[in-house]
Structures are given as C-alpha cells and as structure tokens.
C-alpha cells in the first residue's frame, strides 16, 4: 500500500502542471487553465489546494511578477490603500455603491468615523484584485 501510495504520488507530480517543481510559464499558464478548470466542474477536488498554493508560489518568487509584487507591497494599507486605490482608478465615492455603499458611508470610512467591515474589504479586494490584507491595518 504504501510502495503504490509513493507511485501514485510521483505519477501525479509528473501529471500536474507546478506540483513537480517546474517553474516554466507554460507549466504556470496550464495550472492556471487546470485549476480553473477543476473549480469550475469539481469544486471540492484536492488538487485545487495544492495547484493553489504552487500557483501563489510561482507568482511570489518568479521574475515576471516582481514589479507587481513590489507595487503591491509598496502600497498603503487600510483606508490609505482604499484612498490611494481610489486615486489611481479615478473613482469617486459614489463608485464603491456596490462594496460599500452608499456616499455617506464611503464618506465616513474615508474619514475615519467608521470602518470597512469584513463584507467591504472582501468586495474591495476583489474589485481591486488584491489580497484582503491591503485594507487592513
């Protein structure tokens, strides 16, 4: 059982794109097609875990993504990075209806009188695409 479960283990990293240590673009761009792939038709197979956390991986440490991981961890955080994301995207507060609501509230999270809730800073950070930790702190 175990010999097989080894096997099984080595034919599968040979099989999936990034879970045999490759690092070539094309290997990336299939894990991506794969997971999107299996989140699309089998939600809840393992493979999504492992795909994901190679693909997060590849993105932190390959060369293509240094710019924007450079950008994104020189950006503020909490509602500077909601201000500054604002800024860059040429939104008003009556553009984040959809994630925050309206004006009035925009109003006074930029002002400090209330804070973004957990459902703002998911919404935000899918908008943005960004990672949810951008909005806190």
């Known amino acids: 059982m175990i010999a097989e479960a080894i096997e099984a283990s080595k034919a599968l990293m040979k099989a999936v794109p990034l879970l045999g240590?490759?690092?070539s673009t094309a290997d990336y761009k299939s894990a991506l097609e794969l997971i999107d792939y299996l989140i699309e038709h089998d939600d809840e197979n393992p493979l999504i875990e492992f795909l994901s956390a190679k693909i997060e991986s590849y993105e932190r440490l390959h060369a293509d993504f240094v710019p924007f991981n450079t950008a994104l961890e020189n950006l503020p955080r909490g509602v500077e990075a909601l201000r500054q994301?604002?800024?860059?995207y040429g939104l008003k507060?009556?553009?984040l209806?959809?994630?925050i609501g309206g004006k009035s509230l925009?109003?006074?999270i930029l002002s400090g009188k209330r804070s973004l809730t957990v459902e703002h800073i998911r919404a935000l950070a899918v908008r943005f695409n960004v990672p949810t930790s951008v909005f806190i702190g």
Do not use: A, F
Request: net charge negative.
């Open 21 to 23: 240590g490759s690092t």
């Open 85 to 88: 994301l604002m800024k860059d």
């Open 97 to 99: 209806r959809e994630e």
């Open 93 to 95: 507060q009556s553009d």
């Open 106 to 108: 925009v109003s006074q």
